[in-house]
């Protein structure tokens, strides 16, 4: 069962003119773990073809709280106003963060490659609902190609309440999932095979290649 797509999807935060000729776009949804870094590293190193391919960067406005990200947004109607106030600049300035970080890093990886290398890109921020629903419905909306995400390593609690966005997402985004688990399949691992990636396969990279 898919979700229905959300009706609007805002103008990019920012982005670079994208080249001619269809791209595959890849989803690279963001928020300010370690994990999520970790995401957008290894999709740099082992996914992205800067010839054919086209990066989108997603910072949903995510609610943090001592419960962890998605237990806060589940719980965010029964917070008072004043909180729930507080909650939205926080996240709003972490996502202000992430994508600055973010563009840091496909900059880097840019001059890595050498030979003036570009890699074509563009970056959202989202505010509001749960992630989970967020990142599908935007997947949905851009046509996603591919979505990459970290894996959060949620409690038995938490999982079992709510479940993962990585989770959720396997389940219900249009097109192959890539969960990105730390210490597993790192970047450059001769494990990596880009070109296996289609649509309609979800893809663990706990999970190394044969």
Same mark, same amino acid.
């Given at each position: 069962?898919?979700t229905e797509p959300h009706e609007d999807v805002p103008d990019p935060v920012r982005s670079t003119p994208v080249y001619e000729g269809p ?8 928020? $300010? ?54 909650? $939205? ?115 663990? $990279? ?5």
């Open positions: 069962m898919q791209r595959r776009k890849i989803v690279i949804a963001l928020d $300010s773990s370690r994990h999520s870094k970790h995401a957008l590293s290894w999709a740099l190193d082992n996914l992205l073809d800067v010839d054919t391919d086209h990066i989108i960067l997603l910072s949903v406005g995510i609610f943090h709280d001592r419960l962890g990200d998605v237990m806060a947004a589940a719980l965010g109607p029964v917070y008072d106003a004043d909180r729930m106030e507080s909650i $939205s600049k926080q996240a709003e300035q972490y996502a202000s963060k992430i994508l600055d970080e973010a563009t840091n890093v496909i900059n880097e990886h840019a001059e890595y490659l050498g030979q003036n290398a570009k890699i074509s890109h563009e970056i959202y921020a989202l505010k509001g609902g749960d992630p989970r629903d967020v990142i599908v419905d935007f997947c949905h909306e851009r046509a996603a190609d591919v979505l990459v995400l970290g894996s959060r390593g949620l409690g038995t609690f938490q999982r079992t309440i709510l479940g993962s966005v990585s989770e959720h997402c396997v389940h219900h985004a249009p097109c192959p999932v890539v969960v990105v688990r730390e210490g597993m399949l790192g970047p450059n691992s001769a494990h990596a095979h880009p070109h296996r990636i289609r649509r309609g396969r979800n893809v663990d $990279s706990s999970q190394r290649e044969e």
